[in-house]
């Protein structure tokens, strides 16, 4: 058989080879039988050596030919085979079957209210600070100017530890701290857990949350606590909401104001939310005491300076719409899994 | 305090509706909350702050809402006609033990009172702020506390055992009923009021029984008296009441109205009753300094950030009685009256400038910042970072109360923190007691709590705090909490299976890998726990991780394994990286042996680990461990680990001979070390 007669042998079996393939992995076999280091082809092409150089250059061309439509040959049947498979396997999944969830664990609310509150404040260029919950009562009353026997103090009904040690009803001990060791100007906010003995129903507990601020400087004006405490209402509660600010009495802020919100829930018309009066009550402010002032060591007349406080709970329970405040405490997941 | 719209129209001349005044009290410092009526008398219900008892009266409040709206006030009667009195009482003689109880005591006689229900004018405004009636001396009194805000009592004169009224410090013992039919045991500081034979009332706080005026009285001594506010505060504190006359006492009641009260009590106790106004008596003095303050509009202006007329800021003094008594060019100075004991200096008149002038009025500005520091690794930062870490892995992030039983204390005794507990003084009740030294007994509360509504598959943390005392020092240390429950996730595809020790102590490795911070964990015995292991940051200990003993889960009724971990966090917050650093990635391919470990089963894998990572040393990339084997194809005792080692090489590709050498050398050193085989 001559070498020519050989490579049309190999052409015509390969013609049939094809045709007869229906998968990758036959075809495998193909390209390795037909194209591969020991193939015939090859075999062909080594023994041209030998060959005329006539011979050699029409047998060489012919086998490199064939070479190449083999490859072509097999490269689109691969191709084909591919895609057909990819597409048969596509056919056996029921895309309608639910997806295997991820975990999604939860954020408690309160520490979600609490992070959203102390990001608005970081955006504005407030610093954080934190101080102890076990307290003396020069830091949570005296220094506040909060007089023993004083009906002001009615207000703060505070667990005891021993002695003048207690648990603070207020994180309004972490102000003194901060002014005792640090000199205007400064800015900061003081977020923490707090305690008052009170009995446990929906709307009371014994044990929780407040965000505090303080911001002192030479020429601190009420005006400005009334543009920082806009700014952070509409960062929380939308940009469209009201806020008044009232007359009211702390012994360490003066003047002092409550400061109110239009309603979240009615818009101000009036619901049972806001006692039918459109107005809800969520922060306590005011200026500086100068007695308090005097109780860290500053001059009083030469530095002015606001703060101002929010009960996390009540915030949280206005955002989410939640009537009792046991719920933050119970840990039931049905009540967790929902703050994801 | 009720104030009813008629009787306030009765001191000032106002054609306001009552909406508007109260939308004016309110956006002045008297918080107005709800609106009834009584008889077609509009009545508000008012929120008065501790500062301003002179709030506390029909008159005082007559006087605020004529600073808003500018009006004059229209005063009452109050001065008694002198051929109005009789000459004819009889001697009483009021003395005070220490004037620092009571610095002013007095009693006008009032003879031949016809006692009987009193007149519907003075019935209908004592009815619509919801005090009830009693008779016509009673009510008067009554009538003149809500009026002016100084608390009066009438006693049925023939009652008084002798001529002499003294103001004492109860004697340990002493009884006394008061009108309310209870009796009292007395003891100091309590003040009473007494006769030369016993008390016959608690000062300042309620009259007792004995001298009550009835019907049958006939002749009455009326007491108006300044008592001192701490003391009455003691004592009504001491006894558990609080009453409309000691609320206003330890506040603070108006020096100037004390006499002038009970004279206009005693004429409207002559009208009503036909009684004769006879001798007045006293003791003590009334007179304090005046008090001189300087008030700068500028500096007003400079706290407020508003500015401020000349004209309106003295017209607000003065409609709130706050004399002005010199001006300057740069100041004004005042004299603020005797019932505004709060008005003490410059800031309490800006206040009242700017509460009058409104709030609302004010503008809203941004005071200019110096910028605050803002570091990436704050400890709230890292705090963060472990929540939103946590809740990503899966966990619900739970919070329990800081107070516990002291038998919830005891559980962990010997905890991470030996120490003694933190106890509250006067705890509300025997669940909040203690300051939790552990986070685990919240954490079982919360289990057991959803055990209980039949949800059992539960993943939970908690950041917390633990307290406990260190000689005379309290401690307040951050730690995290995790436990694990029930089945691990389960779906379609996947057979669900029992979560494990495993679960959670990938979790606080994964944890601890995202804060890359190192920890280790050997096995040790922790109180509570079937099993349990120490976590370590090198040699520190700062937490454990195990399953709960059933001893201790059957105490909150679960019947389910619970896996949990307590770790402090003040070392990971110091030594947390929440950035990266680049480390280039290996240019050269790396090569991957596996090999099966036969030992017994008492050998620790860490053990099995470290050798490996030693005796691999530079030639090394990872090792993991990927089967653990134990059955019937081993031998019993014995477990089959096996581990796949990646070798490679940072500077070049490592040769097949190389790779066999340091592959060799490994297992050799697990035999000679461990006497392991292989399979």
Known sequence: ????????????????????????????????????????????????????????????????????????????????????????????????????????????????????????????????????????????????????????????????????????????????????????????????????????????????????????????????????????????FGESILMRMRPHFFPFTEPSAEVDISCIICKGKGCRVCSGNGWLEILGAGMVNPKVFKAVGYAPKKYTGFAFGMGVERIAMLLYGIEDIRLFYENDIRFLSQFV | MKLSYKWLKQYIKIETSVNNIAEALTMSGSEVGEIDSYKNDPVMELEITANRPDCLNVLGLAREVGAIFNKDLLLPEFIIPKQKIHKNGPEIICSIENDLLCSYYSGRVIRNVDVKAVSSEIKNRIFSVGMRDVNNVVDVTNFCLLETGQPLHAFDLDKIEGNEIIVRVAVKGEKIVTIDGVERVLEPPIVVIADKKRPIAIAGVMGGKHTEVTTGTRNILLESAYFSPVSIRQTSRKLGISTDSSYRFERGVDKAMVSKASDRAALLISRETSGEICAFHKTGTLTEKKKRIKFSIERAEKIL?????????????????????????????????????????????????????????????????????????????????????????????????????????????????????????????????????????GMLKSIAWNLNRNNKDLGFFEIGKLYSRKNKKFLEIPVLSCALTGLNRKNWQEAERAVNFFDLKGIVESLCGVLKVPVKFHSNEEAGFQYSASVNIGKKTIGFIGEISPKILDKYDIAQKVFACQIKLDAIISLSKLESRHIAVNRFPSSSRDVSVLCSNQTAAENIRRIILKTGAELLRNVELVDMYEGK?????????????????SARTLTEEEIEAVHSKIKETLVSELNVAFR
């Open chain 1, 1 to 236: 058989m001559t070498a020519k007669d050989t490579l049309e042998k190999i052409k015509k079996e390969f013609t049939e080879m094809i045709a007869g393939c229906g998968d990758l992995r036959s075809l495998e076999d193909i390209k390795v039988k037909y194209l591969g280091r020991k193939s015939e082809l090859t075999t062909v092409l080594r023994s041209i050596s030998g060959f005329s150089s006539i011979q050699k250059k029409e047998i060489g061309q012919y086998a490199n030919l064939l070479k190449n439509q083999f490859a072509e040959k097999i490269k689109n049947l691969q191709e084909n085979l591919g895609a057909s498979r990819a597409k048969s396997e596509a056919k056996k999944i029921d895309v309608t079957m639910p997806g295997i969830a991820a975990r999604k664990g939860t954020i408690h609310p309160i520490t979600r209210v609490m992070n959203r509150i102390n990001e608005i404040f970081i955006s504005l260029g407030f610093g954080i600070a934190e101080g102890p919950e076990i307290e003396s009562e020069f830091y949570n009353f005296e220094a506040l100017n909060i007089p023993l026997d004083h009906p002001s103090r009615d207000a703060f009904d505070t667990f005891y530890i021993e002695g003048k040690q207690l648990l603070r009803s207020h994180t309004s001990n972490v102000q003194i701290r901060i002014m005792q060791n640090a000199l205007p100007p400064f800015q900061v906010i003081m977020p923490g857990r707090v305690y008052r003995p009170d009995a446990v129903d929906a709307t009371h507990s014994f044990m929780f949350h407040q965000v505090e601020g303080l911001m002192v400087d030479k020429d601190i004006k009420f005006s400005h606590l009334k543009g920082v405490l806009s700014c952070f209402c509409r960062s929380m």
């Open chain 2, 305 to 441: 950030g508003v500015r401020l007329k000349k004209t309106e800021t003295e017209r607000i003094f003065r409609r709130l009685g706050i004399q002005i008594t010199a001006r300057s060019k740069t100041s004004i100075t005042v004299c603020p009256p005797s019932f505004r004991a709060d008005l003490g200096s410059e800031i309490d008149l800006t206040e009242e400038i700017a509460r009058i002038y409104g709030y609302d009025n004010i503008p809203r500005e941004i005071a200019k910042f110096v910028p605050s520091v803002q570091r990436k690794e704050t400890p709230r930062i890292v705090l963060e970072k472990i929540t939103e870490t946590c809740a990503g892995f899966g966990l619900n992030e739970i919070m329990s109360y800081s107070l516990i039983s002291p038998a919830a204390a005891k559980l962990f005794t010997s905890g991470i923190e030996p120490a003694r507990p933190v106890t509250i003084e006067k705890a509300l009740s025997e669940e909040q007691k203690v300051l939790t030294p552990q986070l685990l007994t």
């Open chain 2, 633 to 649: 194809q081993v031998s019993s005792g014995k477990k089959s680990l096996t581990y796949s080692i990646e070798y490679g090489m």
